[in-house]
């Protein structure tokens, strides 16, 4: 049996399941902006997993992807341990189609937070202040910015075997290796020794459901990994690709881009990934792979500077 836990006021007992809302502000119009937490508990003693959506407000699929697992029961139908579903952080961010909160700040950049700070810095610290307590391990959604596209990916934290672990048992199909970046959410989860990773599947605003389900089959692996579950679905083993080190093709001219290379596919030294016209039909430059490895993620603009991202390249790959 499961000891009662205490969140924001609100307790939550064994076997039991509960909706909350977490104050973090007002709009202009005094409208109350709140975060929505679905706390699932089951009878047995068992592990807290966190799954957070929407910590950039545009970056839908991770939305859609916890939304999906909430209305088909697998949280709710837990045995074991507690489940912390927040499908969307960074509701400011949300209904504006933005990455960031309003006053242009990203919550992912403002961990652990302040209680009288910006936007973004409430958000976080409500997330900090009231839900990281209760966790043990973290999993965090996000896509690809702007119009990149990242192919279905497991991001774990350089050193942290625990969260390379946790990453080889959501099984997507690239796990890379990356370093914390300071004031993310990623980052406060190691300063708290918390075992986090990030999926990143799709580009914002967009869903995608190759992406979507990814992800879903990644939830699925780690609550049955955990035992929380008696769910029989067999989501199957999939190929996963760990890569240690990544870089960017960049556009060497502007002009009008398309890829003919998309993300997920194995390249080699020398392989022409797409072009950049000028609109005048008098130049044309071929974007040429300088590493052997895989495109875990491209750019979807039609129109790039020079300098600008264009394929997100994954190298020191093996299969694991
Ligand atoms: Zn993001």
Not at 46 to 66: A, K, M, Q, R, W
């Amino acid at each position: 049996m499961q000891d009662t836990i205490i969140i924001d006021g609100h307790e939550i007992s064994s076997n039991e399941n509960k909706e909350l809302q977490l104050n973090v502000g007002t709009l202009p119009s005094d409208t109350v902006i709140s975060i929505h937490a679905h706390i699932y508990r089951g009878k047995e003693d068992g592990p807290t997993l966190l799954f957070l959506g929407g910590v950039h407000g545009d970056e839908i699929n991770g939305v859609e992807s916890i939304r999906h697992c909430i209305e088909e029961g697998y949280f709710e139908k837990i045995t074991k341990g507690t489940i912390i579903a927040i499908p969307l952080l960074n509701v400011f961010g949300f209904i504006n189609f933005s990455r960031e909160v309003p006053d242009g700040k990203d919550v992912n950049r403002s961990f652990p937070g302040t209680t009288l700070g910006s936007l973004a810095s409430r958000v976080a610290r409500t997330l900090t202040k009231k839900i990281l307590p209760h966790v043990d391990y973290a999993f965090d959604f996000h896509t690809g910015g702007a119009s990149r596209y990242n192919y279905p990916q497991i991001r774990y934290t350089k050193d942290d075997m625990a969260s390379l672990e946790l990453a080889k048992v959501f099984n997507a199909p690239f796990t890379i290796m990356k370093a914390t970046i300071p004031n993310s959410f990623r980052r406060s989860c190691k300063d708290l020794n918390i075992p986090a990773i990030i999926f990143e599947g799709g580009e914002s605003i967009r869903l995608d459901g190759f992406a979507i389900s990814a992800a879903v089959r990644g939830i699925i692996n780690i609550l049955r990994h955990f035992k929380c579950t008696n769910n029989e679905i067999d989501s199957g083993k999939i190929r996963n690709i760990h890569i240690k080190k990544t870089t960017w093709e960049r556009a060497a001219f502007s002009g009008l881009f398309t890829w003919s290379k998309k993300s997920g596919t194995k390249i080699q030294i020398g392989e022409p990934l797409g072009t950049i016209k000028n609109p005048f039909g008098t130049k044309t430059a071929t974007v040429i792979s300088r590493r052997n490895g895989y495109i875990i993620g491209h750019n979807n603009a039609s129109v790039v500077n020079q300098g600008d991202a264009l394929f997100h390249i994954g190298y020191e790959a093996e299969e694991i």
